[in-house]
Structures are given as structure tokens and as C-alpha cells.
């Protein structure tokens, strides 16, 4: 397997203060890692640094140049149709059957000529999902995607995220507070404190992962352990509790 990101010895300083302090990071083709880490840790920050939209970033950082972004809101265009959001800035001849087919992927086939503003959180986040698709990126870069949504909505983007990997095969770096949500998605979770990876590991739970699983629970009390959450304070369990 070739390495799809390398980075090594990553810094970033903001005004003086040091949030990236030598971040070592290796993802091969086609792994799907998630990267957890407490509020203000900058997780976020090596993700733009990952999408090429830093120019402070210090280090060596290796990634392909096909790569996609998903943040939390959907960031579309509010004058643009669905499908031109999708398609913005594609300059293939099949552009326009190519973003109605990732439309078409996500389930907003039907919604093409839609405003953005007609759409739910959901669909919304489904169409930037389609839009980061059509590039197809070597390496989709998720911030955080299902941060606003509610948990039935997570759930189905959960598994059409699993869906659409399982065929693409991108290298996947998923930004996320929720210890399950990595557990369920990721073949390796990161933990990011103090501005270094402190914790790199496997997610050896069987399919069909299940919260009851005892590696699962093993590995979900390692990572709260890791992020400093007590888990036996009410709501240790609430995605939210690890922005404390
Ligand atoms: N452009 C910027 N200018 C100044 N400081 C910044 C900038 N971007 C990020 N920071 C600071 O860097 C730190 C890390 O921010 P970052 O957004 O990467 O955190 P995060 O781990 O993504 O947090 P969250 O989980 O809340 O999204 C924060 O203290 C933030 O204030
Ligand atoms: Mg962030």
C-alpha cells in the first residue's frame, strides 16, 4: 500500500502560541482514520493544513492532489442550483451527468434545479457530500460532517459514508467529538493533544460493530481515558462532553 498523506514534524503557530508541535501522521491508500481530540486542539487546523488551505503550515507534508473537503455546514452556494454547486469549478465535458450521478449516490436525485435553502440539514450535507465525490478525491477530508445533525440523519450518513468508501476507496481523514461515531466508521482512530498525535490505534472491533461489543467498549474507555472525559460523570457518553 503507498502512503496517501504524509506528514511529519507539522507546526503551526498562531500569534505565538504553538498549536501543531511536530504532528507525525501516516495514512495509506483507501484507510479510513478518525482523528478525536478535545475542543481547541487543532484538529481542525492540520485538517486545512491536509486540504492545502494553510500557507503557515511548517513541516513535510505529502498528499495527493485530488482531495475533497467536507465541513460541518454544507457551505453551499445560495445562488447556485444543487447540481452547479456540485459541479462548480469541474471542468471535465461530462461535468453536468457526473454531478447528476453523485446526486443521484447520495439520494437527491430529483433535487438538481433545488436552491440550497430548500433542503434539510441533511440534504445539505448530502449534496457537499456529492460535491466533494465528483472530484474523485484520493483523499476526502471530513470536519466534523454530522456535527449538526440529529442522530437518525447521523446514522443514515454514517452508512452511506461506509457505502460510498466501500466503492471509492478514498483515503479518509473523519474530524469528529464522538468517540462511537469513530469507532463505528474508522479502521484506526488518532488521538490529537498538545498539539501531537498521543494516541494511534487499530479498531479491532468485528462486523457489524455494536456500541455493546466488548472491544468496542474496551477501546471507546481508552480513548475517553485519553481525552480526559470521566466516564462515569454523567454524560461522558454525549458527544458534546469532549468539547469540555
Ligand atoms: N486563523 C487562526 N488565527 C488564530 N488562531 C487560530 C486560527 N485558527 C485556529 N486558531 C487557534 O488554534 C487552536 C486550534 O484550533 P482548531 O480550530 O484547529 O481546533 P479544533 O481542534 O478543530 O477545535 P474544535 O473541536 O472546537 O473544532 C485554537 O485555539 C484556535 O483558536
Ligand atoms: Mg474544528
Given amino acids: 500500500m503507498s502512503a496517501a498523506v504524509l506528514a511529519r514534524g507539522v507546526r503551526r503557530t498562531f500569534a505565538g502560541r504553538e498549536v501543531l508541535r511536530g504532528l507525525d ?17 487543532g484538529k481542525s487546523t492540520f485538517l486545512r493544513a491536509l486540504a492545502g488551505l494553510d500557507r503557515g503550515v ?16 454544507a457551505r453551499l452556494l445560495p445562488w447556485a442550483s444543487v447540481l452547479d454547486n456540485v459541479v462548480l469549478g469541474l471542468r471535465r465535458r461530462d461535468a453536468l451527468a457526473q ?15 433545488d436552491w440550497p435553502k430548500t433542503l434539510s440539514g441533511g440534504e445539505a450535507q448530502r449534496a457537499a457530500l456529492a460535491r466533494a465525490l465528483v ?3 484520493q483523499l476526502l477530508l471530513l470536519d466534523e460532517p454530522f456535527g449538526a445533525l440529529d442522530a437518525l440523519t447521523r446514522i443514515r450518513m454514517h452508512a452511506l459514508v461506509q457505502q ?19 469507532l463505528l466508521l474508522a479502521d484506526r482512530v488518532l ?3 498538545d498539539g501531537v498525535i498521543s494516541l ?9 460493530r455494536l456500541r455493546a461489543d466488548r472491544q468496542f467498549i474496551h477501546l471507546r474507555s481508552r480513548l475517553l481515558a485519553e481525552l480526559g472525559v470521566d466516564e462515569t460523570a454523567e454524560g461522558a457518553h454525549d458527544p458534546l462532553v469532549v468539547r469540555a
Fill in 25 to 41: 501522521v501516516e495514512l495509506a491508500d483507501g484507510d479510513f482514520v478518525a482523528l478525536l481530540g478535545r475542543s481547541g486542539s
Fill in 58 to 73: 511548517e513541516g513535510e507534508l505529502l498528499v495527493p492532489s485530488r482531495r475533497s473537503v467536507v465541513f460541518q455546514d
Fill in 99 to 113: 454531478g447528476r450521478a453523485a446526486l443521484a449516490e447520495v439520494g437527491l436525485a430529483g433535487h438538481e434545479d
Fill in 135 to 137: 472530484r474523485e478525491p
Fill in 164 to 182: 460510498l468508501c466501500g466503492r471509492y476507496h478514498p483515503a479518509v481523514l473523519l474530524v469528529t467529538h464522538d468517540v462511537d461515531e469513530a
Fill in 191 to 193: 488521538v490529537l493533544s
Fill in 200 to 208: 494511534d490505534a487499530p479498531v479491532d472491533v468485528p462486523s457489524p
